[in-house]
């Protein structure tokens, strides 16, 4: 911005609160946001002179490579001089073509077509389009609901917002005006026979009527950082088959290692019908998110009597972003991301577990690169977020929920500093 004058760090603090939306904010905005000025590596750098912290964060879980990494910005670089946009409609690139293959490859055995998107929301709201308008093409229209089991998160556009946990989430106030969807009660952390017969039974008792099941696989994010047998996975995929159901799994959050394998639904070995993918795509760059589903739900659409699928976001399949997340997954690829993840493990398992004995501590749970500490009370988010600082870490607690899904790269003393900062938090908040 060569021609207009420097904000100072209290001007544009002053400018934000007046004019600038934030996250699940009012407007004008109470809480006041750090300005951060360049991030590098792990850090963030901050405006007002006051250092660098340590990201726990990864950027909302997508920047898993570190931030101003030098592949991927030579990679956008790189696309930037071709073209950083054209539209999808009767044009096609290498960068999209790629990515799609890339993807194709990665991603569970069977999952064969790819819509690229341009938010994760979107992509669930598209993996819904395509789950409804199967069952429309095969000429069972009356299939048109979806069943998820409580405690979810898939994103804030309405369908998305229809599976979202129904109750003490942040779309209860839409209960009324959204699509009346099936809620099975929130999967346990271990195996339950009793909890699969659940699903089993309501899968079985609703078939007539639903299109899919969608989950998140393995690991409930925004919804409440649970965690659970990936053995339900198999239960899903079993009844799913025995009662006409397509199956969904939203890997936007779990997707590319953050669990400890490349997909949740590897920990089961199973294929969804449909599987969104978002956040880490592009390792935390630019917004892109994908939906991938296999040969027999992209045939039942194409037999159909509309035989398209009505979706087509302007920036579809965006070259730059395209190019960026071609060059994250080979970077993912080709590092030793497993011991990575291995690693973060064990630093979060041995950091946190002072935690356990704090008061007002309910739990304390890590999994692959996330680590979480649930409390007893709604947390004092103020307070927590300046405990954190105070040690030097950005997190971004929520609920009851202190947590952090640190970048792949973290180092293994930044990792120890990103664990003191989360008990920290918990204590103070
Ligand atoms: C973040 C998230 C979404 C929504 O993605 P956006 O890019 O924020 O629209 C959907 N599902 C899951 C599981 C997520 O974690």
New binding site residues.
């Given amino acids: 911005m060569p021609d207009l004058p420097r904000l100072s760090v209290p001007e544009l603090l002053e400018l934000d609160r007046r004019h600038v939306w934030h996250p699940y904010g009012p407007m004008p905005g109470r809480a006041e946001p750090l300005v951060v000025e360049s991030a590098s590596g792990v850090r963030l750098r901050l405006a007002d002179g006051s250092g660098e912290l340590v990201d726990g964060m990864s950027s909302w879980w997508s920047a898993i490579h570190g931030y101003n990494h030098p592949v991927l910005n030579e990679a956008a670089r790189g696309q930037l001089e071709r073209m950083s946009h054209v539209m999808f409609g009767g044009l096609t690139h290498e960068p999209a073509v790629r990515l799609a293959k890339l993807l194709v490859d990665m991603s569970p055995e069977g999952l064969e077509h790819v819509f690229l998107a341009d ?3 979107v992509s ?1 709201e598209v993996a819904v389009k395509m789950c409804l308008q199967y069952w429309r093409s095969l000429g069972r229209p009356g299939k048109r609901r979806m069943l998820t089991w409580r405690g979810g ?4 556009t309405w369908h ?1 917002m229809s599976v979202c946990d129904p109750e003490g989430g942040m779309h209860e106030l839409w209960s009324g005006a959204l699509p009346r969807q099936i809620f099975a009660d929130a999967p346990p952390a271990g195996y339950e026979e009793s909890y699969a017969e659940h699903l089993r039974e309501l899968i079985g008792e609703h078939a007539d009527e639903l299109a899919a099941v969608i989950v ?1 696989p393995v690991v409930q ?2 919804g409440g950082m649970r965690f659970h047998s990936p053995a339900y996975l198999r239960v899903l995929r079993e009844a799913c088959d025995a009662h006409d159901v397509l199956l969904v799994f ?1 890997e ?2 779990t997707g590319f290692g953050r669990t400890g394998a490349l997909f949740a639904a590897d920990h089961a070995a199973v294929t969804p019908d449909v599987m969104c993918v ?2 880490a795509l592009t390792g935390g760059y630019l917004t892109m ?1 994908a939906t991938l589903c296999t040969a027999r739900v992209a045939t039942g659409i194409s037999r159909g009597e509309v035989p398209v699928l009505a979706h087509g976001p302007t920036f579809m399949g965006n070259p730059l972003a395209a190019a960026v997340a071609c060059a994250s997954l080979e970077l993912l690829r080709g590092r030793d991301w497993q011991a990575e993840v291995k690693r973060i493990e064990a630093g979060l398992t041995a950091g946190l577990a002072p935690a356990a004995g704090l008061p007002g501590v309910r739990d304390v749970r890590v999994l692959g690169a996330i680590g979480v500490v649930q409390l007893d009370h709604e947390i004092d988010m103020a307070a927590a977020t300046r405990a954190a600082v105070r040690e030097g870490v950005w997190l971004r607690p929520f609920r009851d929920l202190v947590y952090t899904m640190p970048p792949y790269v973290t180092s293994d003393e930044d990792v120890a500093r990103i664990a003191r900062a989360v008990c920290a938090a918990a204590r103070e908040g």
């Fill in positions: 938010s994760g929301s669930v998160y898939h994103g804030d998305p998140e994010g925004a939203d936007i959050a978002g956040k998110a």
